[in-house]
C-alpha cells in the first residue's frame, strides 16, 4: 500500500477525483479504487463512502501506522 501512497503524494490528480476504500476482516485496507463518475456512483444503494484525496492520503497513513505496529 505504500507504494500507492508515495504516488499519491507524487502526482497531482484532478479535484473531482474521488475513491472508496475496501478492508480485510482485520481492518486493513485490502483494496483502493478510483471513482471515475463519482455523481453516478452516489446514485446507488450500497456505495460505500467516497473519499477526496486528502482524506485518502489521511487513511492511507494511518493504515501504514497500524501495520507497522502489528
Not at 40 to 56: A, F, M, R
Request: charged share 40%.
Amino acid at each position: 500500500m505504500s507504494s500507492y501512497l508515495s504516488h499519491l503524494k507524487r502526482t497531482k490528480t484532478h479535484k473531482d477525483n474521488r475513491w472508496i476504500v475496501k478492508y480485510n476482516a482485520d481492518d486493513t485496507i485490502k483494496e483502493v479504487k478510483l471513482i471515475y463518475n463519482p455523481k453516478e456512483y452516489k446514485k446507488y444503494d450500497n456505495s460505500k463512502p467516497l473519499y477526496n484525496k486528502t482524506k485518502l492520503l489521511e487513511i492511507l497513513e494511518n493504515d501504514k501506522k497500524n501495520r507497522q505496529t502489528k
